[in-house]
C-alpha cells in the first residue's frame, strides 16, 4: 500500500460546482497534514495545513478522518483559477523513515474547471 | 511572489560539467531542502539540512553534493550528471518541526535542469 494514496483524476467539473478530493494515508502514527496545489511547471503552493477539527478557509475546507486515515479537501463555488494539481501531504514520523521525520506528497489529483 | 528564491531558473548542461543550484531564504526558517520533481509525478526528497547541518540524505548519488553556508543559503552542486537527472529542482524551507510533527515548506519556484 502507498505511504499517500490520492485519486489521479482528472475532475472535470464547470465554474461554480462544488469539489471533494479524498487523500488516504497508510501510517497511523502521521500527526502532520497540508494539502498544496502545484500549477503547470510551477512550485508547489500552501494551500492549507490539515487540523484535527476541521478547517477552513474561504471556498476551501479541509477535514481530518484519523479513525479512518483520510483527508479531504472541498471547494465550493469552483473558479476557473482553481483549476491544478492538489497534492496531499503528510508526515512519516521518525520511527517509520530511519529515524527522521519527513513529509510525503502523494501523486496529486488534477482538477480542470471549465466555463 | 515566492519568498524562497532559486537561481537559475533554467540551466542546460552536458554530462561533464559542473555547476551549482542556489537557494536563499530570508524568512528566519532553520530547516530547508532539496527536492527533484519529474514530469507529473510529485516532489521527491534528495536532501535535508536542520540548523544548517545536513540532516537526512535519501540515498541521492553522490553526483549531487549540497551545502549550507548559512541559514538562509542552500546550494546544491552538480557533477556528471546523466540524462535521467533532468527534472525540476525545487528548494524549500521551513521552521524545524518536532519530533512528531512537521511544519509546513514553503517552495522556490524551482530550477528546470536539462542534462544533455
Known amino acids: 500500500r502507498k505511504e499517500v494514496e490520492q485519486d489521479p483524476g482528472p475532475f472535470n467539473v464547470p465554474e461554480g460546482a462544488t469539489v471533494a478530493f479524498n487523500c488516504t494515508y497508510s501510517?497511523?502514527?502521521?500527526?502532520?497534514f497540508f494539502w498544496y496545489r502545484q500549477d503547470c511547471r510551477k512550485e508547489p503552493k500552501l494551500l492549507m495545513s490539515?487540523?484535527?477539527s476541521g478547517n477552513e478557509d474561504g471556498r476551501f475546507t479541509a477535514q481530518l478522518n484519523r479513525a479512518s486515515q483520510y483527508i479531504s479537501l472541498l471547494i465550493r463555488d469552483s473558479k476557473l483559477s482553481d483549476s491544478a494539481t492538489y497534492l496531499c501531504?503528510?508526515?512519516?514520523?521518525?520511527?517509520?523513515?530511519?529515524?527522521?521525520?519527513?513529509?510525503?506528497f502523494g501523486a496529486g489529483t488534477r482538477l480542470a474547471v471549465h466555463p | 511572489d515566492t519568498e524562497v528564491t532559486q537561481t537559475p531558473k533554467h540551466l542546460v548542461m552536458g554530462m561533464t560539467n559542473k555547476k551549482s543550484l542556489k537557494c536563499e531564504q530570508h524568512?528566519?526558517?532553520?530547516?530547508m531542502y532539496w527536492y527533484k520533481q519529474k514530469a507529473k509525478k510529485p516532489p521527491e526528497l534528495m536532501f535535508v539540512?536542520?540548523?544548517?547541518?545536513?540532516?537526512i540524505n535519501e540515498s541521492v548519488p553522490s553526483r549531487f553534493s549540497p551545502e549550507c553556508p548559512n541559514s538562509s543559503l542552500l546550494n546544491l552542486h552538480l557533477h556528471a550528471l546523466q540524462p535521467e537527472d533532468s527534472a525540476l529542482y525545487l528548494c524549500?524551507?521551513?521552521?524545524?518541526?518536532?519530533?512528531?510533527?512537521?511544519?509546513?515548506?514553503?517552495f522556490g519556484d524551482g530550477t528546470r535542469l536539462s542534462i544533455l
Open positions: 524549500a524551507s521551513s521552521r524545524v518541526g518536532t519530533r512528531m510533527s512537521n511544519q509546513p515548506q514553503h
Open positions: 501510517n497511523s502514527a502521521s500527526q502532520s
Open positions: 539540512y536542520s540548523y544548517e547541518k545536513l540532516s
Open positions: 490539515v487540523y484535527s
Open positions: 524568512m528566519g526558517h532553520r530547516a
Open positions: 501531504v503528510v508526515n512519516i514520523p521518525p520511527k517509520f523513515s530511519g529515524g527522521y521525520n519527513k513529509l510525503i
